[in-house]
């Protein structure tokens, strides 16, 4: 039986399995109760409006429509749905499109069920929570806060930087780098110098990983 103050939650992930474990795991819990699960973001839509929740856990790398064009599409029809994201990735550019779209609450899977109540209990009261990992890509003020923007740390890069990135992350000589760029080597290592201070990196190899982990070597 729903208590007037329990929040419905409705969840969205590709994976039986997760979907399956979350909702054993949150209608365990008073203060919540999940009022339905879809594997798709179109799915999710058709029933966000059939049982209008308080929150949306949903999940960002799965088939189909994008998760952010539907919740943009969702708030449209709910703007009080409080919208935390549940994924294994944490880049920047998916970081940036869920403040784009208004969420709440960004939590890696990797982390402990807590975090999550964390950030489920926080989005209840009107707050935000987001993952440590996901705090530390934001540029933050001087109260070491988020910025409103909600700017992340790699979108401080100027495109300049970004190709110096992408060259190093290639394992290109600086020298090598000038010479693609049409640029001296003093500019290359003012650029690579700027980058590294932007992101708090120390080294070639940290920041090669960097570039490798953000899809940026390849592209």
Known sequence: MQSENQKRILLVDDHE????ALSEMLNRDDDFEVV???ATA?????????????????????????????????????????????SAFFHDHYIEQAIAVGA???????DSPRTLFRALRAV????????????????????????PSGQTVNSTLTHREVEVLR????????????????IS??????????????????????LALYAIREGLAEA
């Open 104 to 110: 709440r609450g960004y939590v890696i899977k990797g």
């Open 167 to 182: 060259y190093l992350a290639r394992g290109l000589s600086k020298k090598e780098i000038a010479r693609m760029m049409h």
């Open 17 to 20: 399995l997760v979907r399956l």
């Open 42 to 86: 179109d799915e999710a839509i058709v029933l966000a409006l059939k049982t209008r929740p308080d929150i949306l856990v949903m999940d960002i790398d799965m088939p189909g429509m994008i998760c952010f064009d539907a919740v943009d599409q969702m708030h449209k029809r709910l703007p009080d749905l409080a919208v935390i994201f549940l």
């Open 185 to 206: 080597v003093k500019t290359v290592e003012h650029h690579s110098t700027s980058v590294m201070k932007k992101l708090d990196i120390h080294d070639r190899v940290e």
């Open 36 to 38: 339905g699960d879809a």
């Open 124 to 147: 209840a009261a009107g707050g935000a929570y987001f993952s440590k990992e996901v705090m530390a890509r934001f540029t933050l003020d001087e109260q070491g806060r988020p910025k």
